[in-house]
């Protein structure tokens, strides 16, 4: 299924260090020429100081050839490197390890005032933030990502947000704690430099869409890792305009995320799906794979045949994503709970027979199935076991919710006609484009 692979589209928008973790799954998967892989991996290598997985890759990769004179060398300019970096930054660091300093790094919410207490206690320059950031980098550039997320969290405080390694030390912070799975802590940084992004932090729109992009797919390392992030991923991704907007323009891939959080969302699928649908539709002519075609099927088309077919080929989609492997048992159990929901809202009654058949499974395996989730407050249904009949009751959307979900989008449609009006008067801010990710 490489067809429906999409991690040379995601590559575009990611780090270079996060796209290792993809294509060692893919490796795992033997989607493509192993060969091809390892030299993928060669490339991506070149240009970080982690020579010593070059190296492994490049013995993987040619076996009966010596490592290149070039990493060896590389080598020692990085240990070299390294060294000279440690020297710059050990009076830095041990200010740092000072636990009134910790303190105050903890308390603090104004970074100007904490540079000064720094520099009246301990004599700190304005020249240490920059050797801490240029020290973090380079850590983060050598895959020690806990020491760099540590140190650009010090950066991060210190800085003020118009200097031009601000965001850049916010983005390398995010990478940083994604890489490490420090998945809480992650969606704190992800919702820091979202504020920052939708606060106008930069000049253009282009520059906007740009960085809002990116975010997109940083954000799905965390949205499929956190417990929350089903929930999350379609408040941002679906009912944030700008977002959606992002998604729309720039990587209509994304819809496949989407989808699958919708579909495995359990508690808020029914009163998003139709906002889901129509967005589907829209974007129907850019792009479509078997999860938003199986969504089609069951949703416009009302094609029961065509969404079983396409629900097959979701198992195959879905076992050889990245992202997504973890939710293939989720996602066919409500997939097929869809199924059945929209089958019998059709038709009001159905024969078990019929619906095993349009579920792929046995009769029996089929009943036992309506009869759990009937057990388990799932489904509002009963079985006619003469008729082998099931009939669906009436299910009503509660009118609570559907006050929820109509007034949801307020505070956020407000805050952008206050950022609206800001802009009319005139308020501009910088504009720089976060490189953290692209150098």
Not at 412 to 430: C, H, P, V, W, Y
Request: hydrophobic fraction near 40%; charged fraction near 25%; glycine fraction near 4%.
């Amino acid at each position: 299924m490489a067809e429906f692979d999409l991690t040379s589209r995601m590559g575009q928008y990611l780090d270079r260090h996060l796209v290792f973790p993809l294509l060692e799954f893919l490796s795992v998967k033997a989607l493509y020429d192993e060969k091809e892989m390892l030299k993928g991996k060669l490339d991506l290598l070149s240009n970080t100081n982690m020579v010593d997985f070059a190296m492994d890759v490049h013995k993987n990769l040619y076996p009966d050839q010596d490592v290149p004179q070039t990493l060896k060398m590389k080598r020692q300019d990085v240990v070299a490197q390294l060294k000279t970096l440690q020297a710059e930054t050990e009076l830095i660091t041990k200010i740092f390890e000072d636990p009134e300093v910790v303190r105050q790094m903890q308390s603090s919410r104004d970074g100007r005032q904490l540079f000064e207490f720094l520099s009246k206690e301990h004599g700190f320059e304005s020249r240490y933030v920059d050797t801490l950031y240029q020290y973090a980098k380079f850590q983060y550039e050598c895959g020690n990502y806990s020491g760099a997320a540590e140190y650009l969290y010090f950066v991060r405080v210190l800085l003020p947000s118009t200097d031009p390694h601000f965001l850049d030390a916010v983005w390398g912070k995010l990478a940083s704690e994604i890489l490490m799975q420090n998945w809480e802590t992650a969606l704190d940084d992800l919702t820091k430099l979202k504020d920052i992004i939708d606060g106008s932090a930069f000049g253009s729109a282009l520059h906007n869409l740009q960085q809002r992009t990116w975010l997109i797919h940083w954000s799905l390392f965390v949205f499929f890792n956190h417990p929350k992030g089903r929930d999350l991923i379609i408040d941002m991704f679906l009912y944030q305009p700008l977002y959606l907007n992002a998604i729309q323009t720039t990587c209509p891939h994304i819809l496949r995320y989407l989808t699958t959080a919708v579909v495995t969302n359990k508690s808020r699928r029914r009163t998003v799906m139709k906002d889901l649908v129509k967005v589907i539709q829209q974007e129907s002519y850019t792009y479509k794979d078997p999860i938003t075609e199986f969504i089609e099927c069951l949703y416009v088309n009302f094609d029961f045949d065509g969404a079983q077919k396409k629900l097959r080929e979701c198992e195959e989609v879905l076992i050889n994503d990245f992202f997504l492997v973890a939710c293939l048992d989720d996602f066919i159990e409500n997939a097929r709970l869809l199924i059945f929901e929209t089958f019998c809202r059709i038709h009001e009654c159905i024969s078990i027979n019929m619906l095993a058949e349009k579920l792929n499974m046995t009769v029996e395996d089929a009943e036992r199935w309506i009869v759990n989730l009937i057990r388990n407050a799932r489904l509002d249904a009963k079985i006619d076991s003469k008729l082998g009949h099931v009939v669906m009751g009436t299910q009503a959307v509660s009118p609570y919710q559907q006050v929820i979900e109509k007034t949801k989008g307020l505070a956020f449609r407000s805050q952008m006609l206050a950022m609206n009006i800001e802009k009319k008067l005139g308020i501009k801010t910088g504009d720089n484009v976060p490189q953290w990710g692209q150098e």
